[in-house]
T-cell receptor, first 114, second 111 residues
Framework: DAGITQSPRHKVTETGTPVTLRCHQTENHRYMYWYRQDPGHGLRLIHYSYGVKDTDKGEVSDGYSVSRSKTEDFLLTLESATSSQTSVYFC?????????????FGPGTRLTVT | QKEVEQDPGPLSVPEGAIVSLNCTYSNSAFQYFMWYRQYSRKGPELLMYTYSSGNKEDGRFTAQVDKSSKYISLFIRDSQPSDSATYLCAMFPSGTYKYIFGTGTRLKVLA
């Protein structure tokens, strides 16, 4: 998985609780992304980061926040989890030098909100 | 209408068949086109990418882009049971960092 780990790999949580997912990379890549994958929707971008403390929204950012205090870590926080946020979450990294053609994905976190 | 359309399948073929997987798109600004393979309960892995129009070949895989028709294809020759997976197309315009993915086509290659 190209030096990308995600934690936790599985989580069950209750509606209304905050949840933080972590993505860690050992590739020193500048760009990092958070996606969610749902049946019938494919992969949808939540937020992305183009450097330490530099982040921007994707197409489905409502209800999510991110932080990146170090190159290797990108955190995704669900401020108050809802059942509609039950999904599989993937982190990805991309290298500027390759013109961002290539993104490499982590193994995913399966989140269930009850 | 979604920016990228992809038939979800499933597509079942016998071993050794030639497989054709396709995506259509609506945004003429898309310049980079990628194909990812995703096995069940795994993250997507990059198979191939092409820039603008044309063909690209890598072993049993050929990626084809027809920008005039806004249509991209992935061909798999001599398909194997190990090719059974979901195949996702992805694309983005030059100068942005935001991929748009298709929903994926599930492929089953029968031994």
């Amino acid at each position: 998985d190209a030096g990308i780990t995600q934690s936790p790999r599985h989580k069950v949580t209750e509606t209304g609780t905050p949840v933080t997912l972590r993505c860690h990379q050992t590739e020193n890549h500048r760009y990092m992304y958070w996606y969610r994958q749902d049946p019938g929707h494919g992969l949808r971008l939540i937020h992305y980061s183009y450097g330490v403390k530099d982040t921007d929204k994707g197409e489905v950012s409502d209800g999510y926040s991110v932080s990146r205090s170090k190159t290797e870590d990108f955190l995704l926080t669900l401020e108050s989890a809802t059942s509609s946020q039950t999904s599989v979450y993937f982190c990805a990294i991309g290298a500027r030098g390759q013109g961002l053609r290539e993104q490499y994905f982590g193994p995913g976190t399966r989140l269930t909100v009850t | 209408q979604k920016e990228v359309e992809q038939d979800p399948g499933p597509l079942s073929v016998p071993e050794g068949a030639i497989v054709s997987l396709n995506c259509t798109y609506s945004n003429s600004a898309f310049q980079y086109f990628m194909w990812y393979r995703q096995y069940s309960r795994k993250g997507p892995e990059l198979l191939m990418y092409t820039y603008s129009s044309g063909n690209k070949e890598d072993g049993r895989f050929t990626a084809q882009v027809d920008k005039s028709s806004k249509y991209i294809s992935l061909f798999i020759r001599d398909s194997q049971p190990s090719d059974s997976a979901t195949y996702l197309c992805a694309m983005f315009p030059s100068g942005t960092y935001k991929y748009i993915f298709g929903t994926g086509t599930r492929l089953k290659v029968l031994a």
